[in-house]
Every structure is written in structure tokens, then in C-alpha cells.
């Protein structure tokens, strides 16, 4: 087996290529700086655990001791990690090393990679694009051969969506499964920890050493998988693929020749379904990220740590805090958030009826491809990214996202979702579909 | 729009306030559409209790680097600015 010293030099030195200079990247924001001395350590040692060998990045959104997690803002460009997040904690005790900080839209709040105060992260498979977002630079750092694997976090599509843009395996984990204790949270009802990764088998890795319960976030039960199954093709398999209008028809084209072939080599049912309340995700989405990001912004004040928000945020996190404290307001409670609350239960409540007679429903990942950096996009446009991702969310179920074909010379994932706590059944069918090649 | 990041002048920041407010219009036009009726919200589990594991590890909160967070501190308190809370 390669040491993770040797294998951690060759990543060291393809960031030194190709992050800030060569392709410009910008995917890692900052290394760990004990990185080869905790190598030596973990070669050294006599008996490894499951993560041994695997060098991990980490959204700037997640606490790691010693180290900067500045979420992408200036705000927290001097925050230093006075603990480390459970998942780290997992990561470590299993062996796993750290090898540094990723790039991310600023507090998790962008689509694209594009907001983060420390530059654009470039989409390593499709240069000049976006990588997509938030967690633009774990794929990205995937993508890019600067790491084995990553973590990222999705509040309504910020795993899914970069890793369908970067060609990378990325999972939104069921709501409650994965301890979000050390992430700096973005909206606490939605927000969930997933890993990033080159292939299934390496994302299932990661999740099953972070998705276990912790006390320190009382919502979180953990997630059973096993790993040994995870190769096993379900049998007598009933398919939900999602009727919903694509308007780019090659991603169409290309997600019903994959489904056609999985469906034939495997023997699966499939059959269209039509999802009601979809269409609401977006509009029910927002007002809830809104008013709880403005609730978790309150702590930037300055006063702690960093400096205070409004004084120093970007654009689209502005807007959110403006967005939230505007629909807190006592006469707007009705118009906004009382309606997207309700809206949110009758999203869930779809998905659990069709949980009830189908296995998983799939669906490509994003409705459209990735726009070049710095391109103006209107605000519905940019919605379009979340349109697919965000109603999982909402409803607490997992999907995964999984490299599916490249068009015009950029990756294309096709998302697959099941039922809450459902992740070793979305293992095994993304493993079928992984088998059969792109 | 633009969203790549930029220092934001307080005009950028009147402009911001007025786009707010036509994307909530979009928001609350189309959940004013909603039809269906929902019942009372509440979380499904099997368990409602949880227990306690007195294994697990305390977080260790570093307190030196707390402290090196707070702009204006004393020795063993973080300092906040008179008036303005």
C-alpha cells in the first residue's frame, strides 16, 4: 500500500500546480499546515482505521482545530477553529487526513462557486465555468485530483449540484443522519454534512464513518449502511423517473439513454411520475433559508469573533439577510413564512407517498448547464440550479448525485433519491448505474 | 445580475434592498397559489427518547484561541462596546 505521505506529496504538489497557478482552480483555500507531519504519524502507526490512505478536503464551513474556516468571507478571514466538528473528529479517529480547507460560496449562500470573497472557483472538467456551489471547491478539489475525497454540506442542492457540474459521486445524507455539530450553519432546518467523492464506493466509505449519532446535535440519529452489500445490484427494482420539463434536450437525451440501459440490463421497472408540489419547491425554499440564515447570521457581530456581517458581506449574502429580517417582520409571518411551512409539509408528505410504491425516483441533477464565470444570469435563471435538488431538502430524504455523460465538454450527474434513511439502497442502485459506465 | 464578489458601495446596497423585494413578490405570488390542506407538523420517529451516552467524548474547546477570536478582551472575558447592543 502507498503511504499516505508519499500519496499526500503528489496531491501537494498537484495543488501547487494547478490551484492558483496553471488551471487556477481556486478550490483550496488553505492547507493544513501539520498536513506531513500528521502523514508520518499515521504511517507510523501499527493498526490503521477504515480511512487510512484517504486524504480528505474540507468546506470552509466545518470547525477543524487550529485551522481558518472563513466560509468564503471576510468576515472570518482571522477566525481560528477553537474545536473540531464531529464528522472531523470521526474523520481522525478512523485515520483519515486532512489535507485543507476548501473554497465556498460565502456562508454557503450561491449557486455557482461565484460568491466566495476569495475568488470564483474554476470547474477543473470544463475550464472558465463554474464549478457550481456552494460547496464549489470540495468538488472541485475532487475533480481535480487535489484530494481522494471531500466533505461538503447541502442546504438545497450544494453538494449535488457542484459535483454534477465537477463529474464527482456527491450525497445530501437524510436529514438527522450525519451530526452537524462545528458547521457553521446556513439554515439549521435544511443544512446536512455529506461527503464528496471520485467514485460510490468512496462516498459510502466516508458516510459510513461520519453518519453515526451525536449527542451535540440533537436532531441527528445516525444511518446504518453496510458496506459489504454496497456492490449488490437490487433486484425487482421499481423506478420513479420525474416528469419534469428540461429545457436543455441533450441533458434529457442523455438521462433517458442511461435509464433506458439500467432498466434493460438490470430487469428494473420504471415508470414516469408527475410530482404536484414541485413546482412550490423554489418559492417554499427560499423564505425558509432566509429567515433562518438571518437567525444564524446574528452571531456575526463582531463582537466574538470576525467582524461584523453587514458591513462586510457580498452581494447574495446581503440579500438573504435583508430577505429574512423583512419576512421575520410580524406582518409579513403569514404572507411568507407560515405558507412556506406549509407548503414544505405537503412536499413531504408527496415524497412519502411515492416512497410508498417506488424504490427511489431519478432524475438529472440540474435542468441546465453550468454558465461561464462572471456571466450576468437573471435571479430565476440562477434558481434553475436548485429546482431539482432543493425539494429534497425539504422533504429530509437522501439523493445522491452521479457522473452520467459529458455535453459540449461538461459533466452531466443524474440525481437519485430514497426515502429517508434509505442511504444503502441509494448505495447499491447508484453502484448499478455506476457499473455500467458512462 | 452579477454574483461574483464584490466590496459593496451604499448605493449597491439601496439597489440590493429594492431586488429583495421583487423576489419576495415572486415568492409570495406563487405560494398564494398553494392549494391543499395540511395537518399539524410534527417529526415522525420511532423513539422520542434519546439515550444518554456517558461514553462519549467531551468536545474540547480550546480556550486559548477563543479568546485570540475576540477583537477586545480582557483576561478572562470577551469586551462588548457599551450602548450599542
Known amino acids: 500500500m502507498v503511504k499516505v505521505e508519499e500519496k499526500l506529496k503528489l496531491y501537494l504538489k498537484e495543488i501547487e500546480k494547478n490551484n492558483k497557478k496553471g488551471n487556477r482552480i481556486n478550490a483550496i483555500l488553505q492547507l493544513n499546515p501539520d498536513a506531513v507531519k500528521e502523514a508520518k504519524e499515521l504511517d507510523a502507526k501499527k493498526k490503521h482505521g477504515k480511512l487510512y490512505g484517504k486524504i480528505i478536503a474540507v468546506k470552509a464551513n466545518i470547525n477543524v482545530l487550529g485551522m481558518n474556516a472563513n466560509c468564503g468571507s471576510k468576515v472570518l478571514e482571522d477566525y481560528k477553529c477553537p474545536y473540531d466538528a464531529s464528522v472531523i473528529q470521526k474523520i481522525k479517529d478512523e485515520d483519515g487526513l486532512i489535507i485543507g480547507f476548501a473554497n465556498m460560496d460565502e456562508f454557503a449562500c450561491g449557486w455557482s462557486g461565484e460568491t466566495s470573497a476569495f475568488g470564483a472557483t474554476n470547474n477543473p472538467q470544463a475550464l472558465g465555468y463554474v464549478s457550481g456551489g456552494s460547496s464549489s471547491g470540495s468538488c472541485a478539489s475532487v475533480s481535480a485530483n487535489f484530494c481522494d475525497m471531500a466533505l461538503g454540506s447541502d442546504t438545497g442542492g450544494s453538494i449535488r449540484v457542484p459535483s454534477s457540474h465537477c463529474g464527482v459521486v456527491g450525497l445530501k445524507p437524510s436529514y438527522g443522519s450525519v451530526s452537524r455539530y462545528g458547521l457553521i450553519d446556513m439554515s439549521m432546518s435544511l443544512d446536512q454534512i455529506g461527503p464528496v467523492a471520485k467514485n460510490v464506493s468512496d462516498a459510502a466509505l466516508l458516510f459510513d464513518i461520519i453518519s453515526k449519532k451525536d449527542e451535540r446535535d440533537s436532531i441527528c440519529v445516525g444511518s446504518k449502511i453496510n458496506l459489504n452489500e454496497i456492490e449488490k445490484i437490487p433486484k425487482n427494482l421499481k423506478v420513479g423517473i420525474l416528469d419534469f420539463k428540461i429545457s436543455d434536450k441533450k441533458i434529457q437525451e442523455e438521462f433517458d439513454k442511461k435509464i433506458q440501459k439500467a432498466v434493460h440490463e438490470y430487469g428494473w421497472e420504471a415508470e414516469k411520475i408527475k410530482m404536484h408540489y414541485l413546482d412550490f419547491a423554489v418559492a417554499t425554499y427560499f423564505p425558509i433559508v432566509y429567515v433562518e440564515f438571518f437567525s444564524a447570521t446574528r452571531k456575526f457581530d463582531g463582537r466574538r469573533f470576525g467582524k461584523r456581517i453587514e458591513e462586510v458581506c457580498g452581494s447574495e449574502v446581503l440579500r438573504r439577510i435583508i430577505g429574512g429580517s423583512e419576512i421575520s417582520k410580524a406582518e409579513h409571518a403569514g404572507r411568507y413564512y407560515h405558507q412556506a411551512l406549509k407548503a414544505r409539509k405537503l412536499i413531504e408528505e408527496e415524497f412519502k407517498k411515492v416512497f410508498q410504491k417506488y424504490d427511489c425516483v431519478i432524475c438529472p441533477t440540474v435542468p441546465r448547464l453550468p454558465h461561464k464565470i462572471g456571466e450576468k444570469i437573471s435571479i430565476e435563471e440562477m434558481f434553475q440550479y436548485d429546482a431539482l435538488t432543493c425539494p429534497v431538502n425539504l422533504s429530509g430524504d437522501c439523493a445522491l448525485s452521479l457522473p452520467m455523460k459529458k455535453i459540449n465538454n461538461v459533466p452531466v450527474g443524474m440525481q437519485i433519491i430514497c426515502d429517508k434513511f434509505k442511504e444503502q439502497k441509494l448505495f447499491q442502485i447508484a453502484r448499478s448505474i455506476e457499473k455500467l459506465g458512462k | ?85
Do not use: H, T, Y
Open chain 2, 1 to 85: 445580475m452579477d454574483f461574483l464578489f464584490r466590496k459593496l458601495s451604499d448605493k449597491d446596497k439601496e439597489e440590493i434592498k429594492k431586488q429583495v423585494d421583487s423576489i419576495l413578490d415572486i415568492f409570495s405570488d406563487k405560494l398564494s397559489s398553494l392549494k391543499g390542506n395540511v395537518g399539524e407538523s410534527f417529526i415522525e420517529r420511532d423513539d422520542f427518547e434519546r439515550n444518554e451516552n456517558e461514553k462519549e467524548k467531551p468536545c474540547e474547546i480550546d480556550r486559548e484561541i477563543m479568546f485570540e477570536n475576540a477583537p477586545d478582551k480582557n483576561k478572562d472575558f470577551i469586551l462588548g462596546e457599551k450602548g450599542k447592543w
